[in-house]
């Protein structure tokens, strides 16, 4: 499957559709992420097709083909994460922990990912193209299966999670100029669990407060912010897992 002609680095992307995964969460997850892109293809088409022919359409090499364009289609957002999945028995979510020195979300937990460049041309590419820098990830060995609604972050940017698959024999290098470490999340266990609250320091309009919100401790490492809520969705998507992604003051701490 061949992705926009501007971008020829990424000419090997392909699509994983529900019905190819033997796993069955990420059976389940792809099938949710995709189902809708489907079905509004299939009723766009309608009107102009018999039902046999449009549910014809719908076939693995069309399928895809509808699943790229409708990610190519939709719009650029400030910035783009991969939300990388081991294809196996027992699936891994690829995260990083960014290096101190850098002068945005410094030493915190995030997926792969960065800011829109012009010659990327649509969210799918970005997302692609920093993961690779930032952990050497081949975009040849990646299956795109669908995307999340997208977040904003802190600073304000519109930030886009496109979801997908990769190998599980990857070998993963760090950019150590951005990210200080490569870990993974165990998918199943993520699937079911608890999240716990986490205070940190926040400066607010020239004051230092402190804000609880929740988190997953995720191989030592603390996972909230930007990067909580992206899991969050991802669990209230795939598995109808809903939680309380909030900010609140600490009540027990007075601001300075």
Same mark, same amino acid.
């Given at each position: ?17 529900? !019905? /190819? ?40 090499? !069309? ?28 699936? /891994? ?139 969050? !969705? ?23």
């Amino acid at each position: 499957m061949t992705i926009a002609p501007h971008s020829p680095r990424f000419d090997q992307l392909s699509v994983a559709l529900a !019905s /190819r995964i033997d796993q069955p969460l990420l059976g389940q997850l792809t099938q949710k992420l995709q189902a809708p892109i489907l079905q509004e293809f299939c009723q766009n088409m309608q009107p102009r097709l018999e039902k046999k022919q449009a549910i014809a359409l719908n076939g693995d090499i !069309s399928a895809a083909a509808q699943i790229l364009a409708h990610l190519y289609q939709t719009p650029i957002a400030d910035a783009s994460i991969l939300v990388a999945i081991t294809e196996e028995a027992k699936p /891994r979510l690829l995260l990083t922990r960014r290096a101190t020195h850098l002068n945005s979300h410094a030493g915190e937990v995030s997926c792969a990912g960065g800011k829109f460049e012009i010659g990327d041309g649509n969210n799918v590419v970005t997302a692609l193209r920093e993961a690779c820098e930032e952990t050497a990830l081949p975009p040849s060995r990646v299956k795109i299966i669908g995307q999340l609604p997208p977040q904003l972050s802190k600073s304000g940017l519109s930030v886009r999670p496109i979801v997908a698959l990769i190998d599980p024999d990857l070998v993963l290098v760090p950019e150590l100029g951005e990210i200080a470490r490569i870990f993974w999340a165990d998918f199943t266990a993520l699937i079911h669990q608890p999240v716990e609250e986490y205070r940190i320091r926040y400066p607010i309009q020239g004051a230092t407060t402190t804000l609880v919100t929740p988190s997953f401790v995720i191989d030592g490492e603390t996972v909230w912010g930007l990067t909580g809520r992206v899991i969050a !969705s991802l669990l209230e998507v795939g598995f109808d897992r809903k939680l309380d992604w909030y900010y609140r003051l600490d009540p027990k701490i007075p601001n300075h």
